[in-house]
């Protein structure tokens, strides 16, 4: 497609439970990155795939968080256990390359955690 | 390392006059540089960007930068504001030296409001 499909729009899950977030990338584009959007507007970088291999997962906490880009399927990002301080709405942004070409975003995943 | 500031967390301008955010960078090579537009519940838009060439770069909706190497900057300008430009606005910089992160810093993002 034309534009970075996420879904779903909003994610509501009782601490403790697991939440699995989707993008479909632009069609074309080799590159997905996932970011979390917190309190002040800070963008936090988590991860970036090229095709279905990881790219840069320098930001992805270790333990509770997953990500996956798979052929024929939309990218996906799972936090299992979640914790309060996981709510966020949760970017996920597409390229044709990771250097000089700028990223497509989709508008976002609202995760609010109980 | 790279970094990106954005100096100001709120701008406020009336309806027709120029609009300037600001934006000054850190890298250890040279810069790529990215504005981005966000509206409410929505991903970021690309405005523009910086890759190398002419110091002014236009880009949509009648947005412009100038990328001045001596300052380290890359303010955004408009020469008339809209009231429909009222939006978050965000500088993201990439450094280009080899080994540098092909993933872009992004600033902390400046409130840009326009009053009718």
């Known amino acids: 497609g034309e534009e970075v499909a996420q879904t779903p729009k909003h994610l509501v899950r009782g601490e403790g439970q697991k939440a699995k977030l989707y993008c479909a990338p632009i069609k074309g584009h080799s590159y997905v990155f996932w970011y979390q959007q917190v309190l002040k507007n800070e963008f936090k970088f988590l991860i970036s795939f090229q095709n279905e291999n990881v790219f840069d997962e320098t930001g992805m906490p270790k333990e509770r968080f997953s990500a996956k880009c798979l052929p024929n399927s939309p990218c996906s990002l799972e936090i299992q256990a979640t914790k309060l301080e996981d709510s966020a709405v949760y970017f996920c942004?597409?390229?044709?390359?990771?250097?000089?070409?700028?990223?497509?975003f989709g508008d976002g995943t609202r995760l609010s955690i109980l | 390392a790279q970094s990106v500031a954005q100096p100001e967390d709120q701008v406020n301008v009336a309806e027709g006059n120029p609009l300037t955010v600001k934006c000054t960078y850190s890298v250890s090579g040279n810069p790529y540089l990215f504005w981005y537009v966000q509206y409410p519940n929505r991903g970021l838009q690309f405005l523009l960007k910086?890759?190398?060439?002419?110091?002014l770069v236009k880009g949509s909706y009648g947005f412009e930068a100038e990328f001045n190497k001596s300052q380290t900057s890359f303010h955004l300008k408009k020469p008339s504001a809209l009231v429909s430009d009222s939006a978050l606005y965000f500088c993201?910089?990439?450094?280009?030296?080899?080994?540098?992160?092909?993933?872009?810093?992004f600033g902390r993002g400046t409130s840009l409001i326009v009053h009718p």
């Open positions: 993201a910089v990439r450094d280009i030296r080899a080994g540098g992160s092909y993933i872009p810093t």
């Open positions: 910086y890759i190398t060439g002419d110091n």
């Open positions: 942004a597409s390229s044709q390359s990771p250097g000089n070409q700028p990223q497509h």
